[in-house]
């Protein structure tokens, strides 16, 4: 059974840093691509970035430069450094593993729970 469980969400000022985590048990981020995920209270989810292990990443254009996604295969965790954060990046962060290993390019599988990022002043 695949179990995502993130945490590292919470209250930063404008210009703060976050680092999200996802522990995975059940998969495996060494074979399998990971994505984050975000929701703002009356939007639809979207996709941040995504990471694959075969070097594919991408990030949305909102978030380039300021978001990236790092690996611990040691500890089978993802991670999602988030630099510079503004009141926009507001929302539930989730993780997403993809169901199919070595894949080029990522596709939405497995969801954790989410954690809540709310920047403001």
């Known amino acids: 059974q695949v179990q995502l469980v993130e945490s590292g969400g919470g209250f930063v000022q404008p210009g703060g840093s976050l680092r999200l985590s996802c522990a995975a048990s059940?998969?495996?981020?060494?074979?399998?691509?990971v994505a984050w995920y975000r929701q703002a209270p009356g939007n639809q989810r979207e996709l941040v970035a995504y990471?694959?292990?075969?070097?594919?990443?991408w990030r949305a254009e909102s978030v380039h430069g300021r978001f990236s996604i790092t690996i611990d295969n040691a500890k089978n965790t993802a991670f999602l450094q988030m630099n510079n954060l503004k009141p926009e990046d507001t929302a539930v962060y989730y993780c997403?593993?993809?169901?199919?290993?070595?894949?080029?390019?990522?596709?939405?599988?497995?969801w954790g729970q989410g954690t809540q990022v709310t920047v403001s002043s």
């Open positions: 990471r694959t292990t075969g070097g594919s990443s």
């Open positions: 997403n593993v993809d169901r199919n290993p070595h894949t080029i390019f990522f596709t939405p599988g497995y």
């Open positions: 059940g998969i495996m981020f060494s074979t399998n691509a």
